[in-house]
């Protein structure tokens, strides 16, 4: 799991966070189900978003190659979200150097019900007769 930068978590959700990248740090030792039932004890919501984050890394080794993805990865979260969730990783390896892709899913945690405004409603036009 993975949280923005200065995200708010209900008191008393004391969780261990090492930085990831510029605007993400990583969540230690829990999995998205663990947090949502910790968050959910509090009184809060964690909301399960259907946005999903798909990039490629390359280095030398995996570790490498996966750290790049991920980073892709968050920095493609759109900024209203503030927790992600890594999906999937998958590594192929070539002589020198080492591919990951990663999926990432947007999560929120906040203390109301409701998620803000959307900002990209799409609204499907049909055609008149």
């Known amino acids: 799991m993975f949280l923005r930068v ?15 990248c510029k605007e993400w740090m990583c969540v230690e030792d829990t999995m998205a189900a663990a947090l949502d039932k910790k968050v959910r004890n509090a009184g809060w919501h964690f909301m399960w978003l259907h946005s999903s ?3 490629l890394g390359v280095g030398r080794g995996a ?35 080492q591919v990951a892709r990663v999926t990432i899913h947007a999560r929120q945690i ?5 998620l803000g405004p959307v900002d990209e409603i799409s609204i499907p036009r049909f055609p008149t007769q």
């Open 53 to 55: 984050y798909s990039r």
């Open 6 to 20: 200065g995200c708010i978590l209900p008191d008393g959700l004391d969780l261990a966070q090492e930085h990831f």
């Open 63 to 97: 570790t490498s190659a996966i750290g790049k993805a991920i980073t892709r990865a968050l920095n493609q979260v759109e900024r209203r979200f503030n927790a992600a969730e890594l999906d999937l990783v998958n590594v192929t390896k070539y002589p020198g150097f």
């Open 110 to 114: 906040q203390e109301g019900p409701i």
